[in-house]
């Protein structure tokens, strides 16, 4: 581990530096054949994955130089002949400290992290230490049901102790992943270590449709009198079966079978080919059902239908159609999957969808795209995050005079930060 991480960091970050040593490698010079010792100084470094390594000073300042020169402030090293260039690249040393903690809240360092105001687990054993704070069940009910979803559709094959494993398959790890949906809704998802495998040489990509191409569709329809429906493939990617070799030690929460070796059979979410598989799957559905891609954006399906064409968006596993009899495609899509969320679109792809009325329909207006139901939710989650009733009513998100470089203010601590940037990322 150590070689590697003297040559560069592919994926562990360092975060901090807890001391140093000096020591001398014996090498053969050939020019004076003298055997000399060569002086080096490694550091004792922390990466954001918790583990420490012995790491060439060098490669973590090529790395990060902020956390070497914070290092070298709190031990006062700023004279050391390894450690001088922290006062040339930083001259105001005692900002330094600052100006990486600053750094690691905007990275999210240890940082709570918040999505539509609701606080979102970070590790294993959060989400059951947030249910107990907000004296509810709701994120150990979505863990519950990911797990319940998964044995459902086989997505294991279960070796026993006795079994052996088939040749050519590599154990990867496996960890839970949360998100909250807009409307408040908890979602867990069981996520394998994909990057732990090698790269496919196949396509590893779903079908995404463009949200231009989703306004020309609803414009087309209003056009030609379509209606539109819309439904969520459940547990897509576990319809396709995936080509990589790749096995789990089951944890606890798999009960019975902790412990035991589990092939992935299925594409579950996290392999680098699981997305692919299920475009396949989907696009072989489509063209059973007599569509194909259209030229402009290969995700908008579309068949002729008497004198007009039918459409199918695909936004990996949201679908969205547009006919004058939408049941019949919906209940043909059915036949191989399962659909959640059937019926008029509400809401797609972050926004809402509101059919217009007479009024507008005589200006030639059918259809809109607004945000009011974000809107609406944000809002209120956003007053309970800040304390705040109600938030005051101002024309311009800054003042016009306010000079943001001449600010003294004190700087925010990691959970501020993660909350400020709740409250900018909700206003884009």
């Not at 790491?55 to 790395?63: G, K, P």
């Not at 450690?83 to 690691?104: D, G, N, T």
């Not at 956003?382 to 304390?387: D, F, N, R, V």
């Amino acid at each position: 581990m150590e070689e590697i991480y003297d040559k560069f960091f592919p994926s562990p970050v360092p975060t901090s530096i807890e001391n140093h040593k000096i020591f001398y490698i014996s090498r053969f010079d050939p020019t004076t054949s003298k055997v000399v010792a060569v002086r080096h100084i490694k550091v004792l470094t922390t990466f954001d994955t918790m583990d420490t390594a012995w790491v060439q000073l060098n490669a973590v300042r090529l790395d990060d130089p902020k956390v070497v020169a914070a290092y070298a402030t709190r031990r006062n090293l700023l004279s050391h002949p390894d450690f001088q260039w922290v006062a040339h690249e930083y001259p105001h040393s005692r900002q330094i400290l600052s100006v990486l903690r600053a750094m690691a809240a905007k990275r999210g360092d240890h940082a709570p992290k918040f999505k539509f105001g609701v606080q979102v687990p970070t590790g294993p054993c959060n989400p059951l230490e947030l249910d107990r704070r907000n004296k509810d069940t709701l994120w150990r009910e979505s863990m519950d049901k990911e797990l319940k979803q998964i044995n459902d559709y086989k997505t294991f094959i279960i070796l026993e102790p006795h079994e052996p494993l088939p040749p050519g398959y590599k154990r990867i790890p496996y960890h839970m992943v949360f998100d909250v949906k807009f409307d408040q809704r908890r979602k867990s998802r069981l996520v394998a270590g994909g990057n732990h495998t090698d790269n496919p040489k196949e396509d590893i990509y779903s079908g995404v449709v463009g949200m231009e191409t989703i306004r020309l569709a609803f414009t087309l329809a209003a056009m030609n009198g379509l209606s539109c429906c819309a439904a969520d493939v459940g547990n897509a990617f576990l319809y396709g079966e995936t080509k990589e070799k790749v096995y789990i030690i089951a944890g606890p929460e798999f009960g019975e079978h902790a412990g035991k070796r589990m092939l992935i059979d299925k594409g579950l979410y996290g392999l680098k080919t699981s997305a692919a598989h299920f475009h396949e799957h989907l696009s072989a559905k489509l063209r059973n059902l007599g569509f194909t891609p259209s030229r402009a954006d290969s995700d908008l399906w579309m068949r002729p239908k008497d004198d007009h064409y039918e459409y199918v968006a695909t936004y990996v596993d949201d679908l969205l159609v547009w006919s004058k009899d939408c049941d019949a495609i919906i209940n043909d899509i059915k036949s191989d999957y399962i659909l959640k969320g059937v019926g008029a679109p509400d809401y797609y792809l972050g926004g809402n969808v509101n059919v217009l009325d007479d009024a507008w329909n005589r200006k030639g207006c059918y259809t809109a795209l607004s945000a009011e139901t974000y809107i609406e939710n944000i809002v209120k989650k956003l007053q309970e995050m800040s304390g705040r009733p109600k938030f005051p009513e101002v024309g311009a998100p800054m003042a016009e005079d306010y000079h943001p470089e001449s600010d003294t203010s004190r700087l925010l601590d990691p959970v501020e930060a993660s909350m400020y940037r709740t409250f900018i990322g909700s206003g884009n």
